[in-house]
Antibody, heavy 122, light 108 residues
């Protein structure tokens, strides 16, 4: 059974940093690209970042470019999102998601974690 | 980027009725690369449809998708109590991938 379990969320002050993790199991993690998608409270879904299976290709949404860094450790079956210079508008539930299909790094996902809440507030 | 506009914002129907949800794109979606997700409160999104019309594994056949170009539709033929949720469309034919703002399907 495919499982994605996010962790690392919490309350952080504006300008602060946080590192999210996603532990994957039930599939060959190293064979799949991965995504982070977020959802602000009461709002819709927003794609955040993509990483290919070998980490050779990485994309970011314009809203996080230069502040967030996606990475992975295939030996540990783990996906990460380093978030720096956090802003109030980054407050959201962050989901890691496994794509079913990607076209040039643009994907749709068939497995999602339960999400981890990041709150940016003073 | 492609903007997806879903309508209506809220749809109030009764179990057993037919639901028709619309997703309109600001420009043509390449290769009909359009997906639909269902999300219930406190849960992650669940993939329903990809390629505009292909049901994902385990999705009941009362869910169907159609459309091409800029106009797409998700139809639920006979609503079951568990179908009341928020539905999102998402295009993956053009970078960046984008989502619609969602349609809330509520019990009348």
């Amino acid at each position: 059974e495919v499982q994605l379990v996010e962790s690392g969320g919490g309350l952080v002050q504006p300008g602060g940093s946080l590192r999210l993790s996603c532990a994957a199991s039930g599939f060959t993690f190293s064979s799949y690209s991965m995504n982070w998608v977020r959802q602000a409270p009461g709002k819709g879904l927003e794609w955040v970042s993509y990483i290919s299976s070998s980490s050779s290709t990485i994309y970011y949404a314009d809203s996080v470019k230069g502040r967030f860094t996606i990475s992975r450790d295939n030996a540990k079956n783990s996906l990460y999102l380093q978030m720096n210079s956090l802003r109030a508008e980054d407050t959201a539930v962050y989901y890691c998601a496994r794509p079913r299909y990607c076209s040039g790094g643009t994907c749709y996902d068939d497995y999602w974690g339960q999400g981890t809440l990041v709150t940016v507030s003073s | 980027e492609i903007v997806l506009t879903q309508s209506p914002g809220t749809l109030s129907l009764s179990p057993g009725e037919r639901a028709t949800l619309s997703c309109r794109a600001s420009q043509s979606v390449s290769s009909s690369y359009l997906a639909w997700y269902q999300q219930k409160p406190g849960q992650a999104p669940r993939l329903l449809i990809s390629g505009a019309s292909s049901r994902a594994t385990g999705i009941p056949d009362r869910f169907s998708g159609s459309g091409s170009g800029t106009d797409f539709t998700l139809t639920i033929s006979r609503l079951e109590p568990e179908d009341f949720a928020v539905y999102y469309c998402q295009q993956y034919g053009s970078s960046p991938r984008t989502f619609g703002q969602g349609t809330k399907l509520e019990i009348k």
